[in-house]
């Protein structure tokens, strides 16, 4: 499949998550896509630093992109 539109729908369940964390006072950006589907991301306001962001990360945000986009490998923060 072309990269080019996974990453949009990288972009699109990004969006559709993102309320999700808002109203805890967080959020997610869209870093990149490696080439060999890994989907980095900087989690922002109070989900940068918070106790359970990789639980987030893993349970919330990587559980729903794999079900969406079966090609995606893992999602990974960054600082």
Do not use: W
């Amino acid at each position: 499949m072309d990269k080019s539109l996974i990453e949009k729908k990288v972009i699109n369940v990004l969006d559709q998550v993102r309320p999700y964390l808002e109203a805890d006072g967080g959020g997610v950006d869209f870093v990149e896509l490696t080439d060999d589907m890994i989907v980095r991301v900087r989690l922002t306001g109070a989900c940068g630093n918070c106790p359970h962001s990789t639980q987030t990360l893993k349970n919330g945000i990587e559980k729903t992109m794999k079900n969406i986009i079966p090609e995606i490998k893992s999602v990974e923060k960054i600082n």
